[in-house]
């Protein structure tokens, strides 16, 4: 089976590259489109129905560039819309939520930590998962700031690091030995928070789990294409700057109201 149209990948901003990359990687010969709603961003401070009717406005532009399949790159719009989308297009979505399980099931001290957006931990889909690891205690912290410090281009700022191990040092006190990244912005500040834990701390994202389910769901239901590599497509409804720099300048962005 084949499908020649292009994967479409959206987020509330730029974090959603790290899950782009992991795609593109995975699948270099499928064309991907990557749609950044950074004007709106952060989506972790806006209600469910916000997140919902922005998550349907992302997705009509998407299926206008013909997108056979579309992965949710953002776990706030995961985890509060994609059941909305779901029963609202007949298409195939990929969602990314916390990776909780992994980190639970290979714990030692029976401690996590998970640092995500206010609207991920709030979500009914969140803490439904987090009902079901009992005997693991989860540390929740709110990345209050961080998405919007990325999107404005601050990664490496003395903010960022004062902020980080304002919210990492409860979670060491505790006796963490995994932390779990719940936001596809955050895995941008690995090489930070690496700084700030202690070695024997594992750190979670989602990024080549959802490439695997990306290629395990064209293989089952929507086809490959059979294209040779082709350059990838990026849009943003903002100044485009951060996100050609997050893309280290490799491929040129699109700015486009939507």
Same mark, same amino acid.
């Given at each position: 089976?084949? =499908?020649?149209?292009?994967?479409?990948? &959206?987020?509330?901003?730029?974090? %959603?590259?790290?899950?782009?990359?992991?795609?593109?990687?995975?699948?270099?010969?499928?064309?991907?489109?990557?749609?950044?709603?950074?004007?709106?961003?952060?989506?972790?401070?806006?209600?469910?129905?916000?997140? @919902?009717?922005?998550?349907?406005?992302?997705?009509?532009?998407? /299926?206008?560039?013909?997108?056979?399949?579309?992965?949710?790159?953002?776990?706030?719009?995961?985890?509060?819309?994609?059941?909305?989308l779901r029963a609202t297009y007949d298409i195939p979505f990929i969602g990314i939520e916390p990776a909780i399980k992994p980190a639970a099931n290979n714990s030692k001290t029976q401690v996590i930590g998970i640092?995500?957006?206010? %609207?991920?931990?709030?979500?009914?889909?969140?803490?439904?998962?987090?009902?079901?690891?009992? !005997?693991?205690?989860?540390?929740?912290? @709110?990345? !209050? %700031?961080?998405?919007? /410090?990325?999107?404005?281009?601050?990664? =490496?700022?003395?903010?960022?690091?004062?902020?980080?191990?304002?919210?990492?040092?409860?979670?060491?006190?505790?006796?963490?030995?995994?932390?779990?990244?719940?936001?596809? !912005?955050?895995?941008?500040?690995?090489?930070?928070?690496?700084?700030?834990?202690?070695?024997?701390?594992?750190?979670?994202?989602?990024?080549?789990?959802?490439?695997?389910?990306?290629? =395990? @769901?064209?293989?089952?239901?929507?086809?490959?294409?059979? =294209?040779?590599?082709?350059?990838?497509? &990026?849009?943003?409804?903002?100044?485009?700057?951060?996100?050609?720099?997050? /893309?280290?300048?490799?491929?040129?962005?699109?700015?486009?109201?939507?």
């Open positions: 089976m084949t =499908n020649n149209n292009p994967i479409g990948v &959206f987020d509330s901003g730029i974090g %959603g590259t790290s899950i782009w990359s992991a795609i593109h990687d995975l699948l270099p010969n499928e064309k991907t489109i990557y749609l950044a709603d950074s004007k709106n961003a952060p989506y972790g401070q806006r209600t469910k129905d916000e997140i @919902v009717a922005l998550s349907k406005k992302n997705v009509d532009f998407l /299926l206008e560039q013909n997108c056979k399949i579309i992965v949710v790159a953002c776990n706030t719009a995961t985890t509060n819309a994609i059941r909305e640092l995500a957006t206010k %609207g991920t931990l709030n979500s009914e889909l969140f803490n439904k998962t987090a009902e079901m690891f009992q !005997h693991t205690t989860i540390i929740e912290q @709110v990345g !209050h %700031g961080l998405v919007q /410090l990325i999107e404005d281009g601050n990664l =490496n700022s003395p903010e960022m690091t004062q902020l980080l191990e304002s919210y990492l040092q409860p979670m060491i006190d505790a006796n963490i030995d995994y932390l779990v990244l719940g936001c596809s !912005h955050y895995p941008y500040l690995i090489p930070q928070i690496k700084k700030i834990l202690p070695d024997h701390i594992q750190i979670i994202d989602s990024g080549e789990a959802v490439a695997r389910q990306t290629q =395990n @769901v064209l293989r089952e239901k929507v086809g490959f294409s059979e =294209n040779e590599k082709s350059e990838p497509e &990026f849009y943003v409804n903002s100044d485009p700057a951060v996100l050609e720099s997050i /893309l280290n300048y490799k491929y040129p962005v699109i700015k486009k109201d939507f």
